[in-house]
C-alpha cells in the first residue's frame, strides 16, 4: 500500500512540475511581421491599425523598413532580409507584384510562417484555387479595386453631365489594386455612351511624373472634363496638374485615397470626389485573423473586403468622416 501511495505521489509531483511549462508554452507570444509596399498616408495608417490590435491581442510586432519606391526590386531584398532573421510567426504583407513575390513568400511560408497579403494580392487573389503557385496565403483582406473604380467612373459621370472625355492617370500596371481600378474605371465608363476614356498613362508611383503626364494630356486633348487619380501619388500630381494648367473648376476630378492633401484640395474645390480606403480596418483585421488561426485554428475568410467611403464638397467637414483621412 505504501509503495502505490508513494507511486502516486510521485506522478502528481511530476504533473506539478510539469504543468507550468505547458502553461508557459500554451502562452508564448506571438511575433508578427508587417511589410508595407511603399512609403506612403495609405501604409502608414494600416501600421496604425496593425500596432492597435497587436497591442490589445499582446502581439509582438515588427515593422519592416518601408521600401524607398513601389515595386519588386525594393520590396525584396527588405523582405529577404526579415527572413533570414527569422523570429516571426505570422506575415501581413502588400506584394507589389501579382507574380514576383510569389516565390520569396512561399519560401518563407514553407518555413512555417502563416501569410495574409493586405491591399494587394498574388495571382488573381482567389486563394481558394486548387494546384496555384499562390494558393498559400490564409486571406486576402483590402478593397474590391474594381467596384471602386466602377463607382467612381459613376461619380465622375454624373458631375460632368454623362458626357465628355475622361482620362485616367494611374500608377504601376503589375499592381493587382491599380490594375483593377483602371478596369472598374474603363468598364463603367463605357456605361455612358455619350463618354470617352481617351487615355491612361502610369506614374509608376513619382508623383512628378503623373503630373507631367496629366498636363500632356490635357495639351493634346483640351475637352477633357473629367480625370480620375488611381492611387495617392497619381491623384495628388493629376490634382497639381490641372492647378497649374490654370483649369481648377472646368475640369472634374475624382481622386483615390484621402490623404490630408486630396481632402484638403477637396475643400478648397480642386478635387471633386475622394475615395477613402480603410487601411486601418485591413491592418487591424490582418492581425486579428492570423492571431486567430494561431491560437484557435480558426477557418480563415479567403477574402476580407472593408468598404469604402466617399467624401464630398457636402461631407468633408462631417465630424463622422473624419476618421476615413489617412493619417
Request: glycine share 8%; aromatic share 10%.
Amino acid at each position: 500500500m505504501k509503495k502505490r501511495y508513494s507511486a502516486v505521489f510521485a506522478i502528481l509531483l511530476i504533473l506539478l512540475t510539469v504543468a507550468p511549462v505547458f502553461g508557459q508554452a500554451a502562452k508564448k507570444q506571438l511575433t508578427f511581421l508587417f511589410m508595407p509596399g511603399v512609403q506612403d498616408p495609405f501604409y502608414t495608417t494600416m501600421e496604425k491599425g496593425v500596432r492597435a490590435k497587436c497591442k490589445e491581442l499582446g502581439v509582438n510586432l515588427i515593422v519592416a523598413e518601408y521600401p524607398k519606391a513601389w515595386g519588386p526590386e525594393y520590396q525584396v531584398p527588405i523582405l529577404q532580409a526579415y527572413a533570414q532573421r527569422g523570429g516571426f510567426d505570422g506575415l501581413l504583407i502588400a506584394p507589389t507584384s501579382v507574380d514576383a513575390l510569389k516565390a520569396p513568400l512561399k519560401a518563407i511560408y514553407d518555413k512555417g510562417v502563416e501569410i495574409i497579403t493586405v491591399d494587394t494580392f498574388l495571382g488573381d487573389g482567389d486563394y481558394s484555387k486548387p494546384n496555384t503557385d499562390y494558393n498559400f496565403p490564409l486571406s486576402y483582406i483590402g478593397s474590391d479595386n474594381y467596384l471602386g473604380g466602377k463607382m467612381i467612373a459613376e461619380h465622375l459621370a454624373k458631375l460632368v453631365g454623362e458626357k465628355g472625355k475622361v482620362f485616367c492617370e494611374a500608377t504601376n500596371p503589375d499592381a493587382s489594386s491599380v490594375a483593377a481600378r483602371v478596369k472598374g474605371f474603363r468598364d463603367g465608363i463605357a456605361q455612358f455612351p455619350n463618354m470617352k476614356l481617351v487615355g491612361v498613362e502610369w506614374c509608376l508611383d513619382v508623383q512628378q511624373k503623373a503630373q507631367e503626364q496629366t498636363l500632356a494630356a490635357l495639351q493634346k486633348d483640351k475637352d477633357i472634363v473629367g480625370i480620375f487619380g488611381t492611387n495617392v501619388f497619381s491623384a495628388q500630381g493629376a490634382n497639381q496638374a490641372v492647378v497649374n494648367a490654370g483649369l481648377v473648376g472646368a475640369i472634374k476630378i475624382a481622386s483615390w485615397d484621402a490623404t490630408i492633401t486630396n481632402i484638403e484640395n477637396l475643400k478648397k474645390g480642386v478635387i471633386d470626389l475622394v475615395l477613402a480606403q480603410k487601411p486601418g480596418e485591413m491592418g487591424s483585421l490582418g492581425v486579428e485573423w492570423l492571431y486567430k488561426y494561431l491560437t484557435q485554428k480558426v477557418q480563415v475568410p479567403k477574402k476580407v473586403i472593408p468598404g469604402f467611403e466617399f467624401f464630398t464638397k457636402d461631407n468633408v467637414n462631417d465630424p463622422n468622416m473624419q476618421q476615413y483621412i489617412y493619417q
